[in-house]
């Protein structure tokens, strides 16, 4: 009797694993056939070589890179990244655009982040460039990887992937000399001592020594979609870079946008971060590898690569100016908004359909930067968000300077003052982790993505 029971629960478990299987088989070509369409999930926009720039919470990189001039030698990277959406492919961005000698990649790898350094064991892939493991980008020049498969990932809209992190190990073949570099990465990342060997395939923590707070060559990562997935590019400089938000924290006020978004949208939406700490809209009138400016190209002068040349961009948030009118910009309010003007015209002609929104700067006033808080400034700010308000040049604006202002000193609002990133009493030019969750969260989603 048993045995006959136990063969009829072995038949019965048979016909329903059988339909099972098939189902499994069919969801599989059915994905296999959906066109592949690309959508940006981080971008870390390059602006110059290492170690040029204004990183925060920055660990001492004299034991990791003991002569910036050679840059990274035989040694790797573990870039440690947050995409912004997921998919079951991925592919690189790499960049070597202030470089001075060919770079030399190979070893190069991409996992999921378990802690520190470490990957989730059997996470790890390699990753390709026209079917090779080797790439060498020329000075001024930028390649993109192969697509990999990310099999973690096989549900993207999974909940539980969602603020998981990428580690992209890179090795770099022989001295990379400058080092292309995005400087306020305020995300620990990790790299192993020079002459260390090609260790991206290790999925342990051993072999990488140092911390850094900073990206190196990396500058985006796409996922593939399977549908539309507007992506909504942060355009600006260190207030939207993040300086003085809590380092590791993923609080800047592109975050905080990004989590109410995808609480509406799940994993339909994308919203990356294309600031750099003291950028400017007009300033500074050149730039190359041996004139380095630390707020990077003009962000007129790096539209292409940091917007356009971005996959699925529907929208963008352009919050600039406060440097072109501090004493290492000292621009007219007339040539800040024809910058806006010209970025403005660019964007929509390179990007068909774009929604383009201006963002109101935030006060200076009374900062303790040698640079900011002076009564012109303050003037030329104000003028400004005039403009941004009622040019009608933007299809939308965000009032980020009503979010944070307070009415009785014009300064920041003294709970945004004290800094997150390492504590300390602030500069009155950078809000901190509550002004940056005041200005995301005062975000009207409908003027960002309208229609959704």
Excluded at 233 to 247: L, Q, R
Excluded at 348 to 370: H, Y
Aim: with cysteine; hydrophobic share 40%; glycine share 12%.
């Amino acid at each position: 009797m048993r045995w006959r029971d136990a063969t009829a629960a072995l038949c019965l478990g048979l016909l329903w694993a059988v339909p099972a299987r098939a189902q499994d088989i069919r969801a599989q070509d059915i994905r296999a056939q959906e066109p592949r369409r690309w959508a940006t999930a981080w971008a870390g926009s390059v602006q110059g070589p290492y170690p040029v720039g204004n990183p925060s919470a920055q660990p001492d990189q004299s034991f990791a890179f003991p002569d910036p001039a050679e840059g990274a030698r035989d040694q790797t990277l573990r870039l440690v990244l947050r995409p912004d959406v997921w998919g079951r492919e991925a592919r690189l961005r790499i960049s070597n655009a202030f470089g001075t000698r060919p770079l030399t990649l190979d070893g190069v790898h991409a996992g999921l982040q378990l802690g520190a350094a470490a990957l989730v064991p059997g996470t790890n892939r390699p990753v390709r460039f026209s079917g090779k493991d080797r790439i060498t980008v020329p000075p001024g020049g930028e390649a993109w990887s192969d697509p990999v498969a990310l099999p973690f990932a096989a549900d993207p809209d999974l909940p539980l992937l969602a603020g998981r992190k990428l580690a992209v190990s890179l090795h770099v073949v022989g001295a990379s000399g400058p080092m292309t570099w995005h400087a306020k990465a305020l995300q620990t990342s990790y790299a192993t001592a020079p002459g260390a060997g090609a260790r991206g395939a290790d999925e342990g923590e051993a072999a990488f020594l140092f911390s850094t707070a900073s990206w190196f060559f990396l500058d985006a990562l796409d996922m593939s979609v399977s549908v539309p997935t507007p992506v909504v590019v942060a355009f600006g400089d260190s207030i939207t870079d993040g300086t003085a938000s809590t380092m590791n924290g993923d609080d800047r006020w592109p975050d905080v946008l990004s989590r109410r978004l995808h609480a509406q949208l799940g994993n339909r939406v994308a919203v990356v971060n294309a600031g750099i700490g003291g950028n400017q809209v007009v300033g500074p009138a050149s730039y190359d590898a041996q004139k380095p400016f630390p707020g990077g190209p003009s962000a007129l002068s790096r539209l292409d690569r940091d917007v356009i040349g971005l996959s699925g961009v529907a929208s963008v948030i352009w919050l600039e100016g406060i440097n072109d009118f501090s004493r290492n910009g000292e621009a007219s309010l007339e040539a800040v908004e024809a910058g806006m003007r010209e970025g403005v015209a660019r964007l929509r002609a390179g990007i068909p359909g774009v929604r383009v929104i201006g963002a109101t700067l935030t006060s200076a006033k009374g900062s303790s930067s040698p640079a900011h808080g002076h009564p012109e400034q303050d003037e030329k700010r104000r003028g400004l968000n005039a403009f941004i308000r009622e040019s009608g040049v933007f299809d939308g604006v965000v009032d980020f300077d009503a979010a944070t202002l307070d009415p009785a000193t014009g300064g920041l609002r003294p709970e945004m003052v004290p800094e997150s990133t390492t504590g300390g009493k602030g500069d009155r030019l950078h809000p901190n982790r509550a002004g940056y969750v005041a200005m995301g969260s005062g975000i009207d989603l409908g003027v960002v993505l309208k229609g959704r």
